[in-house]
């Protein structure tokens, strides 16, 4: 087969992190941090911030589906729970906002009722029904240690009854909107790459690094523009600040001052006109205070203010907030009502770098300007989140994010009680792009008709200045350029462009990694999603479909394109998925093939015009082909059966990092196994992805499969077709994770919001459904949980909260280590030895009665040493190992001294939990009543091949 069909992009991924909470001297220790005034020598302070998200207990935010005034909402609640026999009440809001209609209101129950719920959601007025969410921040200070090693912030929550030991519960560390503004370099302080040290440069003016005078002495200055600031308030005695329009209030609180210094270090980097000056001293500041003195926020007052800044025509709107999920839909719906009301949004993309795939939401969101960070020395810095986005996954690949990177270093704004500080973060990097914006946006206002949120991205990403030697993950379209993009939107025309612009799978580093590894005949087609700007148009379409040109002395009829795209472009964006495959008359043809694809975007006509808007684009498109490699060099990365927060709770697959609970940063070989990923193309593997299930795969292709981390279930077809496939040669490598039903319930998170637990949705990895995988080879993993040092081979390894194998067949190795008991640890709090400990497995099925040439499967306990989210050390040299057994049958000297151990009988195999929710979010189970039943077996992806149409051109040089 040639591939898989590109998967559609249709999510939006919101908020998140966990918290800790501080209090007390904690907080007086950063109010006097904050008030420091800035000296020449001064260090830039580093801000930690952890946030929580909670539902609050049965509490509903009613979205509409459109704006009513109060007496017709009420009307629309009343008609549909009329009949309920449920008492209900609906929560006042006082507000700015109240006197005007509303698209939503906030309805409290008796108590967590699913029919009650139902029945509103039949009204036809109403658009969804969802929990109603209470955000808390928390802000830290961090010294230069804190940055580089993990460590705890406040006391453990205190567990429940009279347990001994440490504590593994959690208060709720559910990764909700968290608030990036004055972030550090590591908001959570994960801790993940130990050898780092912290990119510094003398603080200095961020506006004469970028030369805003230059548009200062021509008169522009911000004037006329509407910038709002979503944060923590602003006084309005503040000296750096002349031109604040409007203070609101949306907190519980009864003040529109900052008593934090947060909202105030934003604003100035944006509009202050002294000291420590901003990019637009006379735009007007409407300040939108939304969190509280202790931090805290809600859903709704967001979208009460998001709807006032739309009633009161905001033109940029900086928001400090972002994280992984994006089940507060409310919240996503309105960031896409802003936008389309011209609402220019700037966002910073997060602080959870270096790592690979952990873009914060909203700024991986087409039509929102997602900010990454640099130092003064262009170098990108390493707390600045990388791409690529991953909602996209598995059956697709992730867009080109961030869009651009500015100064998030050491920037100097704005002290909330006179004076200036130095701070870092891509929150930082977040409001010197919407302070430019600003700028820019106030020297066209006589062409204010031409700016929207795609012109405006458009001209900063064509002006950008790329950074040599950093991938395009990680600078976007690289460093935001002032003057340049001055000068584009100058001379700007309605047109619509694509990001990237071209497809050149042979340009190393920036296009990595599509630039990391050839294409070939047979292999998984390569996908490329493209995101369409629009700056015609709020809505578009493509008028007719895309064309495909390949150039005929350029090889380009070796190569075919299948083109998938949105029906719709809205707003102001939409997607265009480009998957690439090999003819089979390339089967042994080295070089490189190129192309072009013709789309025409297409927007209805404005003003006067009465003809539509069009504009046409051409994306050029080069690949490296070569011959099809051999079978035992190709590996299958199981991509399908990798399930993330969100939308369930699926934790962290080693115990001990308890300031990072949640596994969410796709488990994909482009993102967290990215280290995995270029190790093994240094050895000369080439690594494909699966996006489907078992069946949809030909395993006479492939070496080996590798089982990374899996979390979800599988079919009964898919078990069948794999005990085929490895019958007739495929080996399988399994790397699996902890799972113990006591071990969940000990790490399940308690709300103190709402006086409730939750539970995780499966453990480490899901060892009952991988069990049901291997049992045709009396095969098992245990519920046991052991973690700990030791030595392999002359090597040093850690074995981070892995299961240990229980069933092994005769005829295979077991190697045996001597490990702590990390679930008697977390179960009874006690510490415990285990001796011979079997966690790795090595079997060749071709004993299995004469078997000539049938597959070999490995089991490993744990998949931590390949995964750079909580790495400490590596296992790359195992996994080299791994592969020489399962290719060529060779096992290391080293493992032959365990060639006596034989597995005890075994007791049970681990059982699924109870309660789970699993079906929930599994593409597998059936969502129904009773046990969870597997779903029919999907159909495998089709590709339509977009018909060629041959230029006998070449491409331009």
Known sequence: MKGRKPALPCAICLCSCLVVLLGGTHTQAILSELNKPCGSNQQPTELGITFTSSVIDAEYIVAFDDYYTKASRQGYISAALGNTNTSWEII???????????????????REDASVLKVLLRHPKVKQVTPHRKVVRTLKMMEDDDILLEQDIGPHPACNGTEKGPCWTEVLNFRGRSSLSLATAFWHATGRHTSRKLLRSVPKQVTAALHASTLWDMGFTGAGVRVAIFDTGLSEKHPHFKKIKERTNWTNEKTLDDGLGHGTFVAGVISSYKDCLGFAPDADLYVFRVFTNNQVSYTSWFLDAFNYAILKKINVLNLSIGGPDFMDHPFVDK??????????????????????????????????????????????AKFSSRGMTTWELPGGYGRLKPDIVTYGSAVTGSNFKGGCRSLSGTSVASPVVAGVVTLLYSSVRHKEDLINPASMKQALMASARRLPGVNMFEQGHGKLDLIKAYQILSAYQPQASLSPSYIDLTECPYMWPYCSQPIYFGGMSTIVNVTILNGMGVTGKLAGKPTWHPYVPQFGNYIDVSISYSSV??????????????????????????????????SPPQGDESDPRRSTLKLPVRVRIIPTPPRSKRLLWDQYHNLRYPSGYFPRDNLLKKTDP??????????????????????????????APFTCFDAKQYGA??????EEEYFPEEISKLKRDIDEGLSVLVFADWYNTTVMKKVKFYDENTRQWWMPDTGGANIPALNELIAPWDMAFSDSVYAGEFSLASHDMYYASGS?????PEGGLIITQTLKDQGHEVIKGETEKVHKVPILGLYPTDKEHGKTGAGRIV????????????????????????????????????????RDFRLPPSGEIPQRIEGSRLHQYSKVLANQLGPPQPRPLPNCPYIEWTPAEPLNESSPT
């Open 335 to 380: 960031v896409w009502e802003l936008t389309a009301n011209k609402v220019i949004m700037i966002s910073a993309i997060g602080n959870d770098g270096p790592l690979y795939g952990t873009l914060n939401n909203p700024a991986d969101q087409m039509d929102v300007i997602g900010v990454g960070g640099i130092n003064f020395e262009d170098q990108i």
């Open 804 to 808: 240990s194998i229980s069933k092994f």
């Open 705 to 710: 499969l590798l089982l990374v981390d899996a």
């Open 662 to 691: 949640l596994d969410w940063n796709g488990d994909h070989i482009h993102t967290n196994f990215k280290d995995m990923y270029q190790h093994l193309r240094s050895g000369g593997y080439f690594i494909e992805v699966l996006g």
């Open 92 to 110: 006042s809001r006082d507000n700015p906002a109240a006197s005007f209609p509303s698209d939503f209101d906030i309805v409290k129950l008796p």
């Open 569 to 602: 472009l809205w707003p102001w964006s939409g997607y265009l998925a480009v998957a690439i495959s090999v003819v089979q008359d390339a089967v042994d043809w080295d070089g490189v093939a190129a192309g072009h694809i013709i789309l025409t975007i297409e």
């Open 859 to 898: 089991l490993y306990g744990d998949s931590n040493c390949l995964d750079s989210s909580h790495l400490q050390k590596d296992c790359l040299w195992l996994l080299d190992a791994l592969l020489e057994f399962t290719t060529y049958g060779k096992v290391p000297v080293a493992f032959e001294e365990f």
